[in-house]
Every structure is written in structure tokens, then in C-alpha cells.
């Protein structure tokens, strides 16, 4: 195969060149940390006041965890470590209850993401030629921007349309000769179901390739895409706190996704005792970033479950793989791509004095997209058979969510005292989504 590069020395540098690189950007970044309120508390109590505390890429452990409640707790500005003036843009993605956890870029930060980005867009084939259809949420969420801004750093025809809208999606497609998408695994398939719905032709469409993240899908799952839109499909992985996607992306050998090393540090420990995994074995991903300056966060709980190939990619590329992950090691839902969880809901159903005191939170599949069912008790004021105090609840509540956690869920009331109570620690969870699709 002829691979092609965005940044052939960057991508293909020796790994002792790599390390040494990494070194020298670690040491960059404490010194940004060290001048967030945050860092400069947590790194001088672990004895770290100044970049020379660091020598080698071993000293890493000496460096505290960070965890997405400590981003919360210094909410807004705790990890700021330039000034506002010179920050142009922020992020935010859910926290585990109400306060996001945000993140802040300078110019130059954006640069590079953008940068990060056209690497994993043209290392998957792609080129100023082609037609880019990014069908992913704009917004605070880093997918659609993080994207537009790669495509357009490699020059391809980048089409904003965001998500959903399946009849829109397909007539731009046509209209505009689509040959790139980037969706969540479970919208591309919600599209394939729609396209005999819509009238569109896939013989009419030159669409080649999709980019398919946001969410946790089988290698079943991709093969499903592939060979249903007869396209391929590369994953992409990111989270916001690590700038977004640009994190770890497929090569053209689809097998593994390359992690920028040169612009993250990565670890995989054991959740339970936070001990190193042993290279190649399945652990928490946690991520130090290199290459941002507004916004330093060292050594991040992803939560991620996931592991290193330790085979070399034939393509060259000498930074490691990371395999599909495989699961979260915590309770965070992900639902049609965004981020719940569950205390969330809670927080917001709970905080209604008309809401009883058992609750339900059911995900499943509503054909390819999922669906978010919150099941509550009433309080015994209520009575069971006047609709219409039910219904204006049900409304509170389902706006109330939206607002929350931008998911409009399906809310059922029931009486005081019938749903399900489980003796001993009470599962609030129903996630009854196939494993494999
Ligand atoms: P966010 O911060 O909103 O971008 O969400 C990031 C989270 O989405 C990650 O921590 C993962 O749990 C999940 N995620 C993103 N990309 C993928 C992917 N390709 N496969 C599995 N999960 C993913
Ligand atoms: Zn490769």
C-alpha cells in the first residue's frame, strides 16, 4: 500500500527521538501547570515546584493523577494558566453532575490540534480533493469543530451539517458529491437504514470513507458499516479533555488506532490499584498532554479501558496503537455519542419535590440510535389517574433533562412504591444495548 503521511518525521522519528521529545514537552507543560491555581497546589505537595524536578520520562509516577471531579472542583478557571485575554476558545463536556468540565485553547493551541487533526484526516488516504461531510455536533462538543478545522487544514470542501437530519444529509451528499463522513458509529448505520426511505441511490452517492467515534462500536460493527454503505471505515478516538478527537486515529491499515505520542504521554494503569499494566495488557487509559499550553492537564483518569499493541504498524508510523476500547471503568453512559451519567439524572429528577424516591435509567436500541428511558416514582400527592398533572411532570421533567444532559428522553411516571427495589445496593441502571452493535 502507498501510505502517505501528513508529517513524515514527525510521524515516522525513532523512539528514542520520541522519548527524548516527550521529555522536553513534559517539562514545557509542568511549567504550564505550574502556574494553574490547581497544579501549583497539587504538584508543590508532591514536592514538584519547578520543571527541573523532572529528568526522565520515569519521574511521570512521581506526578499526581488528576480525575475529571478535580476538573470539576477547580471549575472555572483553576486550570487556566494563561490569560483570559489571550484564550480564544473554550470546550466543555458533562461532568458527573451539572458542572462541566471546560477547556480553554490560545491560538496557538488551536493551531496544533488542527494540525493533529489533518494528520489522522490525510493518514487515512484523504486529500485536498476530497468532499468532507462532517455529521457531528457543533458546539461545546470538541467532535464537529475539532474536525472542521482538520479538514479544512488539509483543504478538503469541509460541509458543516452537524447531526441528524438523515433527508438533509443525503441530499447534500448528492448535491455536493459527498466522499467523506464523519458520524458516530450508530448515525451511520441510522443512515443506511434511512437511505431506501429517502429515495437516495447509493449508486448515485461517491461517498469512500467514513470517520466513526464518539462512542465505544465492535470490530463487528465496522464491518457492518463498511459493508453496508460499501465505504471504509477508520475509528477515532478522543475526549474533550485531551483537546477532543485527534487523540488516537486508524491509519490506513485499520487495525489500532496511532496515539500522537508526540503529543501525549500515554499510560495504561490498573484501575483498582493504579498500578502500571504490563505493556500490552488491557487497563485505564491516562493521558498527560504535550501539546497545549491554555489548558495543561497531566496525568488524566480517561476512564477508558484499553491497551497498546505492541507490534510495530506495517505503514511505519512509530507511534504506539491503541486497540478498540473496551469498556469505561466507571459508570458513564454514552448515548448516541454524548455523555451521561447517571448522577446527573438523578441530580436533576431528585431536586423535584413532586418525583418519588426510586428511579429508573433504561438505555436500549431504538433501531441503530439508542434511547434513554427515565423511569420515576410520583410522590403520593399526586394521584395516578388525573392525566394531566402527570403530563405537565412528565414535560418538567424531560425539559429539565434536556437541559441538563442534552438527551430528550422518553419519561414514565409510576405510582409511589412499584417499581423494582433491590435488596442491598440499588441498580438505578438499565443498559440493555447489544454488546456487539
Ligand atoms: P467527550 O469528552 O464528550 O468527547 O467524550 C469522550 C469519551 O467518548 C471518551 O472518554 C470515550 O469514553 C468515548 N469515546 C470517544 N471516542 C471513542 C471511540 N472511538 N471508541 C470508544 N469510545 C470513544
Ligand atoms: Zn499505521
Request: charged share 25%.
Amino acid at each position: 500500500m502507498n501510505y502517505q503521511y501528513w508529517e513524515p518525521q514527525a510521524e515516522t522519528m525513532p523512539r528514542a527521538e520520541l522519548e527524548a521529545l516527550q521529555l522536553r514537552k513534559l517539562k514545557e507543560e509542568i511549567g504550564f501547570a505550574l502556574r494553574t491555581p490547581f497544579y501549583r497546589k497539587r504538584l508543590t505537595q508532591a514536592g514538584i515546584t519547578g520543571t527541573d524536578a523532572i529528568t526522565s520520562l520515569d519521574d511521570l509516577r512521581h506526578i499526581p493523577l488528576t480525575t475529571k471531579n478535580d476538573l470539576r472542583e477547580g471549575f472555572p478557571y483553576g486550570f487556566l494558566s494563561i490569560p483570559l485575554k489571550d484564550v480564544v476558545r473554550l470546550h466543555a463536556s458533562s461532568g458527573t453532575t451539572g458542572v462541566p468540565t471546560t477547556i480553554y485553547f490560545s491560538r496557538d493551541d488551536i493551531k496544533r490540534w488542527a494540525n493533529n487533526m489533518a494528520r489522522c484526516i490525510f493518514g487515512t488516504g484523504c486529500t485536498k480533493d476530497d468532499v468532507f461531510q462532517n455529521m457531528i455536533s457543533y458546539g461545546l462538543f470538541t467532535g464537529g469543530l475539532g474536525f472542521h478545522q482538520g479538514g479544512e487544514e488539509v483543504g478538503m470542501l469541509v460541509i458543516p451539517t452537524g447531526a441528524g437530519n438523515t433527508a438533509r444529509q443525503f441530499k447534500l451528499m448528492e448535491d455536493f458529491g459527498t466522499t467523506v463522513l464523519h458520524a458516530t458509529p450508530s448515525f451511520l448505520l441510522h443512515l443506511e437504514s434511512k437511505m431506501k426511505e429517502s429515495g437516495v441511490k447509493r449508486e448515485n452517492l461517491i461517498i469512500k470513507r467514513a470517520f466513526a467515534g464518539a462512542e465505544p462500536y465492535s470490530e463487528d460493527t465496522r464491518r457492518r458499516i463498511e459493508k453496508l454503505l460499501n465505504i471504509d471505515v477508520f475509528n477515532s478516538y478522543g475526549l474533550s479533555e485531551m483537546n477532543g478527537p485527534s487523540v488516537a486515529f486508524e491509519c490506513q491499515c485499520k487495525d489500532g488506532m496511532h496515539i500522537w505520542e508526540d503529543s501525549y504521554i500515554a499510560e495504561i494503569i490498573n484501575p483498582d490499584t493504579l498500578e502500571p499494566v504490563k505493556d500490552g495488557g488491557i487497563g485505564e487509559l491516562v493521558l498527560t498532554i504535550l501539546c497545549r499550553e491554555a489548558t495543561p492537564i497531566l496525568r488524566y483518569r480517561t476512564r477508558d479501558l484499553t491497551g497498546f499493541y505492541t507490534e510495530p504498524c506495517p505503514c511505519g508510523r512509530t507511534h504506539r496503537r491503541l486497540r478498540r476500547i473496551t469498556g469505561r471503568s466507571d459508570d458513564m453512559l454514552i448515548i448516541n455519542g454524548v455523555n451521561v451519567f447517571p448522577s446527573q439524572i438523578e441530580e436533576v429528577i431528585m431536586g423535584m419535590k413532586e418525583v418519588g424516591n426510586n428511579y429508573l435509567i433504561v438505555v436500549e436500541k431504538d433501531g441503530a440510535l439508542d434511547r434513554l428511558t427515565v423511569k420515576t416514582e410520583v410522590n403520593t400527592d399526586i394521584f395516578m389517574d388525573d392525566a394531566r398533572p402527570l403530563n405537565t411532570l412528565k414535560e418538567k421533567i424531560a425539559k429539565a433533562l434536556q437541559v441538563s444532559i442534552s438527551i430528550n428522553p422518553r419519561v414514565e411516571l409510576h405510582e409511589n412504591g412499584s417499581l423494582p427495589v433491590s435488596e442491598g445496593k440499588a441498580v438505578r441502571v438499565q443498559d440493555i444495548r447489544p454488546k456487539d452493535v
